[in-house]
């Protein structure tokens, strides 16, 4: 543990998945779980000895029955937040591509939401910085485009 951090460091990488219409893919944390009923991007824990793209192809496979693969990821940007028991990590990438239909398999309910649309949905304290970040990153691909 570093000098000065008291609980341990979590990395959990997320997904900022885009469809054809450019809008994003959230999910909503199902009941039972910490943080229930706020909404979020796909992701999961990185387990000892993964890569953070390995973990998002593997997440993405399990939560919602899609094929990524490592080329697909951009990393876009971090988040960095302190929770009472630990501290997380969170490498966020953008994701345009991918083989299949979205389906929740772990009884979230997801939705396709525009970038402008994300400050409507309560998210964890981690996600929150992030909506700002899609919402400016995405409107630069726009005027690209």
């Known amino acids: 543990m570093l000098k000065g951090i008291e609980s341990?460091?979590?990395?959990?990488?997320?997904?900022?998945?885009?469809?054809?219409?450019?809008?994003?893919?959230?999910?909503?944390?199902?009941?039972?779980?910490s943080l229930a009923g706020l909404w979020e991007f796909p992701g999961g824990k990185v387990e000892a000895g993964e890569e953070p793209e390995d973990a998002l192809v593997r997440e993405l496979r399990e939560e919602l029955g899609i094929e990524v693969t490592k080329t697909d990821l951009a990393p876009l940007t971090f988040?960095?937040?302190?929770?009472?028991?630990?501290?997380?990590?969170?490498?966020?990438?953008?994701?345009?591509?991918?083989?299949?239909?979205?389906?929740?398999?772990?009884?979230?309910?997801?939705?396709?939401?525009?970038?402008?649309?994300?400050?409507?949905?309560?998210?964890p304290p981690a996600d929150e910085p992030l909506k700002i970040a899609l919402r400016d990153r995405l409107k630069t691909f726009e005027r690209k485009a």
């Open 8 to 33: 341990p460091i979590v990395i959990v990488a997320a997904c900022a998945l885009i469809n054809e219409d450019g809008a994003l893919l959230i999910a909503r944390r199902p009941a039972g779980r």
């Open 79 to 123: 988040a960095s937040h302190a929770y009472p028991d630990f501290h997380l990590l969170m490498p966020v990438y953008l994701c345009w591509r991918f083989e299949g239909h979205v389906t929740a398999l772990e009884g979230q309910e997801v939705r396709w939401v525009r970038p402008d649309a994300l400050s409507s949905y309560d998210m």
